[in-house]
């Protein structure tokens, strides 16, 4: 349905498509609020789950960091360095007992340096 409005400039036209731009455009909104809110969640009871996380994590950085070093000391040291470094400081954020905010986004850096390493 059609719909004709009058402006000081003339006729707008005005489609469903807008208003289905809007309807849209709020689910998404919603949708990116309730998953912020989720991993805010999840980022402040994971204190509490300290000794549950940790493994995993050290798990994900030993793996892929194993494999990205392999790959990339066939090319060049820097790309060992570059795999080397990340975890490095990832592990030694565990072995500080830092907050696990800090823990998850070195982490989170690490990994993202190894598959960019894998991949290049």
Known sequence: ?????????????????????????????????????????????????????????????????????ASGIMDSWIKLAVVAFPATIALAMILAVAPMRIIFISTAIAVILDILVLIF
């Open 1 to 69: 349905m059609n719909t004709f409005i009058k402006t000081n400039q003339g006729i707008s036209f005005q489609s469903e498509g807008t208003r289905t731009e809007k309807r849209i455009e709020t689910i998404i909104q919603v949708w990116t609020n309730s998953i912020l809110a989720s991993i805010s969640k999840f980022i402040k009871e994971s204190e509490s789950n300290r000794f549950g996380i940790t493994p995993f994590l050290l798990l994900i950085i030993a793996c892929v960091g194993g494999l990205a070093g």
